[in-house]
């Protein structure tokens, strides 16, 4: 099955940038989607198909994707996105069609 | 407003049954297939499966093969995840989740199942 890495944790100062990578082999030709998920909530989504926002979520939120890795970039960075960032992509070759990666927790400083 | 309604914390002994309920509003409850997504404590989300809502055929995911139901009640727009001889490694939340492209568009708030001798 597909396998998807993410750093653990990533740390960054209000108003500054954060990027959180997803890796995978070849991660360029799967579609790549991105969540939010607060503390004691449900995971919001934030980025679909690499680079589109959903109705409500901020400019700030970006994506992209190019090789083995894709990255969720934040700029200006707020308290309020302290959250943990999940990837997922679909791999229809397996069983475990949709597949997250494991998760980033982002601390704002 | 579209919404993903789930029902309440449950608590539950090793070797028992719960059924989890999570109903549409706001949509045509037809048109999208319903996911589940476990999340343990302190863990990373794991997909499930699915139920296509049109045909009520389940699709479950590596590991979620038979203690794990899923069921449908189309009458009023609800979806079940229904898991028999509960372990205490079935302790998580058990969140639904709308699909749409291959991506999961709208998710309930999720349901806290607590396995506990």
């Known amino acids: 099955s597909y396998v998807v890495t993410q750093p653990p944790s990533v740390s960054v100062a209000p108003g500054k940038t954060a990027s959180i990578t997803c890796g995978g082999d070849?991660?360029?030709?799967?579609?790549v989607h991105w969540y939010q998920q607060r503390t004691g909530q449900a995971p919001v989504l934030i980025i679909s198909?690499?680079?589109d926002r959903p109705s409500g979520i901020p400019e700030r939120f970006s994506g992209s994707s190019s090789g083995d890795t894709a990255t969720l970039t934040i700029t200006r960075v707020e308290v309020g996105d302290e959250a943990d960032y999940y990837c997922?992509?679909?791999?229809?070759?397996?069983?475990?069609?949709?597949?997250f990666g494991p998760g980033t927790k982002v601390t704002v400083l | 407003q579209v919404h993903l309604v789930q029902s309440g914390s449950e608590l539950k002994k090793p070797g028992a049954s719960v059924k989890v309920s999570c109903m549409a509003s706001?949509?045509?409850?037809?048109?999208?297939?319903i996911n589940w997504v476990r999340q343990a404590p302190g863990q990373g989300l794991e997909w499930m499966g699915w139920?296509?809502?049109?045909?009520?055929?389940?699709t479950y995911g590596q590991g979620f093969t038979g203690r794990f139901v899923f069921s449908l009640d189309t009458s009023v727009g609800t979806a079940y995840l229904q898991i028999n001889g509960l372990k205490a490694d079935d302790t998580a939340v058990y969140y639904c989740?709308?699909?749409?492209?291959?991506?999961?568009?709208?998710w309930g708030r999720g349901t806290l199942v607590t396995v506990s001798a």
């Open positions: 989740a709308r699909l749409w492209n291959w991506y999961f568009d709208l």
């Open positions: 706001g949509y045509s409850f037809s048109n999208y297939y």
């Open positions: 139920i296509n809502t049109k045909t009520g055929e389940p």
């Open positions: 070849n991660i360029v030709t799967k579609s």
């Open positions: 198909y690499e680079s």
């Open positions: 997922q992509v679909w791999d229809p070759s397996s069983d475990h069609a949709y597949v």
